[in-house]
């Protein structure tokens, strides 16, 4: 397809058209890759999953319409923060909320993360106690720590490896060294949980997570001592004498314990103190947690982030604070520091009234950044990013059910719809041809390759962030083929005006061109602002809507730029353009020229096509 | 085709001119008819806002054995339409059919279900309705409506700064006046507006001032340097661009409409998909006016906005001293152009247009008396 010899005056067409191939086939290949060779469908197209979560609380009055509005609208946030997903929420009757969202997203995790209330306390721990499964114990039982930690230390280590304050280095931990550098540890404990430095600069938390308890000596040491029912370590820090009633009650190794446990949590304001369990056993043991009133509130955070730790290889997620929470966070993290040991020197990350980890702390953290680690994938990681980003709920919400949904439209009329489309789309090709002769067969051939770029995008876009189309969406995607074909359209009207003028093809091409850029680029800037302020200010549908008109807008860009117009270079050394064939379009008889040498223009009107030799 | 074609040429080079610019008053009475209309209809018979702007009832039929189609039949009968959707769902408890109807159809719920229960033959307890809350909720109208006004100021800053104020103003006025059209076509109609309608109203937006800025590119260039003649007005500079990107105009809405006009008329029509009427005929209104008001609203009005100005006031002074001088010489029997230097002034090509061609007599003719026509 490239000529040899390119000149530089036309520039290099062959690198263009071979530089947009590629990138075709490698949005193909990627496409067929990872398998999602379709856009995902809406709801009214393809039907999904929905979710029913009922509101509930201890106060009936709680339940009114402002709150679940508001919990309503958080709800979207969580499904559709993008816009793009095509998820809606509802409020059905007094108490209920009803999530749809499209086939293919995952139910439980779907359903799971909309129930989530997402209250996020950061509180300093007073005290701390491990506790082990007696059922589960033997697996940590041969943890070497067992032999190691002779102290009531449970946070004796998990930190993370390769963590620059980590001081101490000590590799048998010593009972109280609360910055220990206990890799072996951890790994045998195998805390998934470990901690995580925060990778910016000022990051100090050290998460000693749940997990990192198990070296505790009693749980460790009395494997079999208690076959069932909890086994407990020693109680690192004070517990307060208001708690302590209920700290020693509360047995976080039963779900009901926990169970009751997250409960008096939830309930507790802000100013109380709590008891709480660690969300997750990782090695078979729990920690409970003595609380102090939340330093720091999750209202405060700008922005969640999930993040791949380079440092531990776990999921965590990235906190950012407004300026208000940084203050507070310095100044409790400064205020741990100053305690030599733990649990005292940590804080709890509470989140819906479970501890989700317990960093310590070594110097005040002032970069208004924090890290949760804890026994994450990348699911889960997200997912706790997402809940966060958008705020709690008002009320606690329960899944009443997950029911899957058929689509909205009856299937005759998406297949109404999508003949009708295919019916226009043919139309299109036809009056391209017929106007545009050879012309036309550049229009199509641009379409085309647009078509591609399009449908492997939106494929791709639909696995990654979960994009789906809608009929409406369907329908604009239609139209934007229009605006598409509007760009071949003004170029190729300015290569007709060229001509017109007795310029020859080869020159009316290239000098059409940068009258045609400019007209292209202003218009397509204008439907790009347009795209681009809808999608800042707005959400759910009109975001999705502003999404599809940039993606469609940036593509024609790189259409033309990267196709059409380079095959028109190409194509206008061919003798069957260049020569002004009546029928490629530019047979300067058929634009009505009259040039004195050729003239010609009433007797060659041909009679017969002898199209079809190229194009 | 081919004379098609040669229309285009002769468009383009001005030998067939249609008078857009001078017949303002045509248009302003054409979408001033229209508009009145819309403002009526809108004000009048309001808009047929659908279930997701309204929110109405879900009633669920769990008798085993029913079909969509049933259902969706029933549900016809009841709202007298085809606006209630109708869905299955699978959950644990077995397969339910969810009809959901907008509280714009003004139907009681215990009415609705009584209707649904004896048309379906339903004991009482296969069937309960809840009532559900506008999915499309005040608050994502709020921010659309924001993230409108906010495009508005930014693109009318971007207009003015890569044209000027009254380019503009003429893009912004064609703007409204499309949407304000489609809206009311919607109002007149009665058709349904659902989610997918604001989408097509959204599109409009777009590709309004995608066309209106076209339009512009080619206005702008042909009047560059305008002064420096005293054979066109703005006015003529400003309809001579217009004829010269007439076919691209043409083909470009015709491009556009096919694919919306087959969904509009074939797949809504012939075929039934009800569903796709919602959003096509906005598209099909929407398009066509986008098309007209770029042409017969923008361009008119910055034209007068133009003519206001100082120096396209002298230079349409101008222009009347030459033709009057020309007529003059003609009705003596001579050509002006032959003997006076002034013929050396060129039109400064509307979009490129015949260079260093003078412009011919009998063309400036036509069109000042089709200007007065």
């Known amino acids: 397809m490239a000529s040899p010899k390119s000149r530089p005056r036309d520039g290099y067409p062959g690198r263009a058209l071979s530089l947009i191939l590629v990138v075709m086939v490698a949005l193909v290949a990627v496409m067929l890759g990872t398998g999602n060779t379709t856009p995902r469908l809406g709801i009214d197209l393809a039907g999904g999953t929905s979710v029913t979560l009922k509101a509930t609380s201890n106060q009936q009055s709680a339940i009114n319409p402002a709150n679940m509005a508001t919990a309503a609208g958080i709800m979207r946030d969580r499904v559709n923060g993008t816009g793009v997903t095509e998820a809606t929420v509802q409020v059905q009757g007094n108490d209920e909320i009803v999530v749809n969202a499209p086939k293919g997203t995952s139910s439980t995790q779907l359903a799971n993360e909309l129930a989530q209330t997402a209250k996020l306390f950061f509180r300093p721990?007073?005290?701390?106690?491990?506790?082990?499964?007696?059922?589960?114990?033997?697996?940590?039982?041969?943890?070497?720590?067992?032999?190691?930690?002779?102290?009531?230390?449970?946070?004796?280590?998990?930190?993370?490896?390769?963590?620059?304050?980590?001081?101490?280095?000590?590799?048998?931990?010593?009972?109280?060294?609360?910055?220990?550098?206990?890799?072996?540890?951890?790994?045998?404990?195998?805390?998934?949980?470990?901690?995580?430095?925060?990778?910016?600069?000022?990051?100090?938390?050290?998460?000693?997570?749940?997990?990192?308890?198990?070296?505790?000596?009693?749980?460790?040491?009395?494997?079999?001592?208690?076959?069932?029912?909890?086994?407990?370590?020693?109680?690192?820090?004070?517990?307060?004498?208001?708690?302590?009633?209920?700290?020693?009650?509360?047995?976080?190794?039963?779900?009901?314990?926990?169970?009751?446990?997250?409960?008096?949590?939830?309930?507790?304001?802000?100013?109380?103190?709590?008891?709480?369990?660690?969300?997750?056993?990782?090695?078979?043991?729990?920690?409970?947690?003595?609380?102090?009133?939340?330093?720091?509130?999750?209202?405060?955070?700008?922005?969640?982030?999930?993040?791949?730790?380079?440092?531990?290889?776990?999921?965590?997620?990235?906190?950012?604070?407004?300026?208000?929470?940084?203050?507070?966070?310095?100044?409790?993290?400064?205020?741990?520091?100053?305690?030599?040991?733990?649990?005292?020197?940590?804080?709890?990350?509470?989140?819906?009234?479970?501890?989700?980890?317990?960093?310590?702390?070594?110097?005040?953290?002032?970069?208004?950044?924090?890290?949760?680690?804890?026994?994450?994938?990348?699911?889960?990681?997200?997912?706790?990013?997402?809940?966060?980003?958008?705020?709690?709920?008002?009320?606690?919400f329960q899944i009443q059910e997950v029911v899957t949904v058929s689509p909205e439209l009856g299937s005759s009329q998406l297949t109404a719809g999508l003949i009708a489309g295919l019916i226009g789309l043919i139309l299109v090709v036809l009056y391209s041809l017929a106007y545009y002769r050879g012309l036309g067969l550049v229009a199509v051939a641009s379409l085309i390759v647009s078509a591609v770029l399009t449908w492997s995008l939106m494929s791709l876009l639909g696995g990654a962030i979960g994009f789906a189309l809608n009929l409406p969406a369907v329908c604009g995607a239609i139209v934007a083929i229009g605006i598409t074909a509007d760009s071949f359209v003004v170029y190729f009207e300015r290569v007709r005006d060229e001509l017109r003028e007795g310029a020859s093809l080869r020159p009316a091409v290239r000098n059409a061109w940068p009258r045609a850029r400019r007209t292209i680029l202003v218009s397509d800037f204008v439907s790009f602002l347009a795209a681009a302020v809808l999608y800042f200010f707005t959400v759910g549908k009109v975001q999705g809507f502003a999404f599809t008109l940039g993606l469609t807008t940036l593509l024609d860009v790189v259409v033309v730029f990267l196709f059409t117009k380079p095959l028109m270079t190409l194509l206008a050394r061919r003798k069957f353009f260049n020569s002004g064939h009546p029928w490629s379009g530019l047979s300067p008889e058929r634009l009505g020229v009259r040039n004195p040498l050729r003239d010609s223009r009433n007797s060659r009107r041909p009679a017969r096509p002898a199209a079809g030799k190229e194009a | 085709?081919?004379?098609?074609?040669?229309?285009?040429?002769?468009?383009?080079?001005?030998?067939?001119?249609?008078?857009?610019?001078?017949?303002?008053?045509?248009?302003?009475?054409?979408?001033?008819?229209?508009?009145?209309?819309?403002?009526?209809?809108?004000?009048?018979?309001?808009?047929?806002?659908?279930?997701?702007?309204?929110?109405?009832?879900?009633?669920?039929?769990?008798?085993?054995?029913?079909?969509?189609?049933?259902?969706?039949?029933?549900?016809?009968?009841?709202?007298?339409?085809?606006?209630?959707?109708?869905?299955?769902?699978?959950?644990?408890?077995?397969?339910?059919?969810?009809?959901?109807?907008?509280?714009?159809?003004?139907?009681?719920?215990?009415?609705?279900?009584?209707?649904?229960?004896?048309?379906?033959?339903?004991?009482?307890?296969?069937?309960?309705?809840?009532?559900?809350?506008?999915?499309?909720?005040?608050?994502?109208?709020?921010?659309?409506?924001?993230?409108?006004?906010?495009?508005?100021?930014?693109?009318?800053?971007?207009?003015?700064?890569?044209?000027?104020?009254?380019?503009?103003?003429?893009?912004?006025?064609?703007?409204?006046?499309?949407?304000?059209?489609?809206?009311?076509?919607?109002?007149?109609?009665?058709?349904?507006?659902?989610?997918?309608?604001?989408?097509?109203?959204?599109?409009?937006?777009?590709?309004?001032?995608?066309?209106?800025?076209?339009?512009?590119?080619?206005?702008?260039?042909?009047?560059?340097?305008?002064?420096?003649?005293?054979?066109?007005?703005?006015?003529?500079?400003?309809?001579?661009?217009?004829?010269?990107?007439?076919?691209?105009?043409?083909?470009?809405?015709?491009?556009?409409?096919?694919?919306?006009?087959?969904?509009?008329?074939?797949?809504?029509?012939?075929?039934?998909?009800?569903?796709?009427?919602?959003?096509?005929?906005?598209?099909?209104?929407?398009?066509?006016?986008g098309a007209y008001s770029s042409i017969c609203v923008a361009t008119p009005m910055v034209a007068w906005l133009q003519e206001k100005r100082p120096e396209y006031v002298e230079l349409a002074r101008k222009v009347k001293q030459r033709r009057a001088a020309e007529a003059k010489a003609a009705a003596e029997g001579r050509t002006l152009d032959d003997e006076t230097p002034q013929g050396e002034v060129t039109v400064p090509a509307p979009t490129g247009g015949p260079r260093n061609q003078p412009v011919n007599r009998s063309r400036s003719d036509r069109r000042s008396s089709g200007g007065r026509r």
């Open chain 1, 125 to 396: 721990v007073l005290a701390e106690q491990v506790q082990a499964n007696a059922a589960t114990l033997p697996k940590s039982s041969a943890s070497p720590s067992a032999s190691s930690t002779g102290g009531a230390k449970p946070s004796a280590s998990a930190s993370a490896s390769g963590k620059p304050q980590a001081t101490g280095s000590g590799a048998t931990a010593s009972p109280s060294a609360s910055k220990t550098q206990g890799d072996a540890v951890s790994q045998d404990l195998k805390a998934s949980s470990s901690a995580s430095p925060h990778a910016s600069a000022s990051a100090t938390a050290h998460a000693s997570s749940s997990a990192a308890a198990a070296g505790t000596p009693k749980a460790a040491a009395t494997p079999s001592a208690a076959p069932t029912g909890a086994v407990s370590g020693q109680v690192g820090g004070t517990v307060p004498a208001a708690l302590q009633t209920q700290f020693a009650a509360t047995d976080c190794t039963t779900e009901a314990g926990q169970a009751a446990a997250q409960l008096a949590a939830n309930k507790a304001a802000e100013t109380d103190q709590v008891v709480a369990c660690s969300q997750d056993a990782s090695g078979g043991t729990w920690v409970k947690y003595a609380l102090d009133k939340v330093a720091v509130d999750g209202t405060s955070i700008t922005k969640a982030q999930s993040n791949l730790s380079t440092q531990t290889g776990q999921w965590e997620v990235d906190l950012s604070f407004d300026s208000h929470g940084s203050g507070q966070f310095a100044n409790v993290t400064g205020q741990l520091a100053k305690n030599p040991q733990p649990p005292t020197n940590e804080f709890a990350i509470q989140l819906d009234g479970k501890v989700q980890s317990a960093p310590t702390v070594s110097s005040a953290i002032t970069g208004g950044q924090a890290t949760i680690s804890g026994s994450f994938d990348q699911a889960s990681a997200s997912s706790l990013a997402n809940v966060l980003s958008y705020g709690s709920l008002p009320l606690n």
């Open chain 2, 1 to 289: 085709m081919s004379r098609f074609g040669n229309i285009g040429h002769r468009l383009y080079t001005g030998e067939v001119s249609f008078d857009f610019v001078g017949r303002r008053k045509l248009w302003t009475i054409i979408s001033g008819v229209i508009l009145v209309a819309a403002i009526l209809g809108l004000t009048v018979r309001g808009l047929n806002l659908g279930i997701e702007f309204k929110g109405g009832e879900i009633y669920t039929v769990t008798k085993p054995g029913v079909t969509v189609s049933q259902a969706q039949t029933a549900a016809n009968k009841l709202t007298g339409d085809t606006s209630a959707l109708v869905q299955t769902a699978n959950s644990s408890k077995g397969e339910q059919i969810l009809i959901q109807i907008s509280s714009a159809e003004k139907i009681d719920p215990t009415v609705g279900q009584d209707a649904l229960k004896s048309s379906l033959g339903l004991s009482t307890d296969q069937i309960s309705t809840q009532s559900l809350s506008a999915s499309w909720g005040q608050d994502i109208s709020q921010k659309a409506l924001y993230g409108l006004i906010a495009f508005m100021v930014l693109v009318t800053l971007y207009l003015a700064f890569a044209f000027e104020w009254r380019l503009a103003v003429g893009a912004l006025v064609a703007l409204l006046h499309d949407l304000v059209i489609t809206i009311g076509v919607y109002a007149l109609v009665g058709f349904e507006v659902t989610s997918g309608t604001v989408i097509g109203f959204l599109t409009i937006l777009g590709y309004s001032l995608y066309d209106t800025v076209v339009v512009f590119d080619g206005l702008k260039s042909a009047t560059n340097k305008l002064t420096r003649q005293n054979k066109l007005t703005y006015s003529d500079a400003a309809n001579l661009s217009l004829n010269s990107t007439l076919v691209r105009s043409i083909n470009t809405s015709v491009l556009a409409l096919l694919p919306v006009a087959a969904l509009l008329f074939i797949g809504g029509g012939l075929l039934g998909a009800g569903v796709l009427n919602d959003i096509s005929l906005a598209l099909f209104v929407g398009l066509t006016a």
